[in-house]
């Protein structure tokens, strides 16, 4: 029997937008999927292999012994029994470097290229217009930008704006105008522009709660996978997630928006993907949305991105369900340390709050889910109160 392998591969987004097969990862990118390439055994089907570097093994090993669950999931090490491949997401670069480490259980090229069209904003633009009559809202509609000059004239009329790539995600491509036209803002804007073709441009939303819907399309159909909570910071660049059941979530929702509207949306977007994506793409997607205010009233926007990938958010949702006790609560977050003994020192600190498992579901405390090592940088850290 064929296992699947894993890969993070969190440059994805920008491997997409490059539009090539010989894309070159920054820095901070290689070393994010090094630090996380641990990531997918907590999300990973039984009997699965895990693309890493052999010296996480020791590593892993403990995890199994907290983690029963864990024991079918190994190291990758053998081709011939690899039969599928789960990446963090699907782009022609990673297709190309499988294919030259001789693994060929990999989409057709029509395949990836679909799925790069389906992955432009556009997709998004086209989904808020159909929820336009199920989510009562004060939308304005993205502009899109070809030009220097067509950038100039929006921030002249809009100071307070915000300019997002056609391919990006995650907080990534996405810059924001807090009042003025400066150099440094419209040379960031121009070559985002000269690069992917155009660029998108919305006024700022006062946005009060950041959540997303998770669907999987399998077999023409899309199904509802869960709810995210998530944080972002100032520029709009993911955080982390809040810890909790579904209902959970949609409790917390509900102080600002009605159940039915909720329900609603998540209808709309099933018949959507149904429609649009489900038929070509198969794997998970993430519908990013906020809560938010304007002239003291409350306003959904239904469909910020729609992420043809495995997303943070999904991971959360799939961590909870698998390895927290049902009914607590805690928060996910990536961290960034570019000091790796500040990384560790601050592990130390945390530890102190020892992880409490129970028939392989943790009750309290704080648990790193990527090894920390002399060369890490990026960790995802949970704590269960």
Known sequence: MGKNLYIFNPDHDLAMA??????DAPQSAVQFAKDFSLLPIWYASANSSIWSDSQNQDWLSKQKLLFPTLETIDL???IDEIKAVSPWGWNST???SLIANNITSVPKLSYIETLRKLSHRELSL?????LYAIAPTVLTKPGELLTKEEIESYLKKNPYCIFKAPWSGSGKGICRSLGGLTENLLNRVKKIAEKQGSILAEPLYNVVQDFAMEFLCNNGKATFA???WFYTNDNGAYIGNLLATDYHIEQRLCQWITKTLLENIKQGLLDFLTENVAPYYSGYCGVDMFVHKKDDSLFVHPCVEINMRMTMGLFARLFYDKFVEYGKEGSYFVDYYKDSNALIENDKELSL???EIVDGKIQKGYISLT???ANT???ARVEIT
């Open 18 to 23: 490059s539009n090539s097969d010989h894309y």
């Open 76 to 78: 990758y090490t053998n």
């Open 94 to 96: 990673l297709r190309r």
């Open 126 to 130: 086209k989904a808020t217009q159909k």
């Open 226 to 228: 869960g709810y995210s």
């Open 353 to 355: 709050n020892k992880i």
């Open 371 to 373: 090894p920390i090592s």
């Open 377 to 379: 940088q990026y960790r």
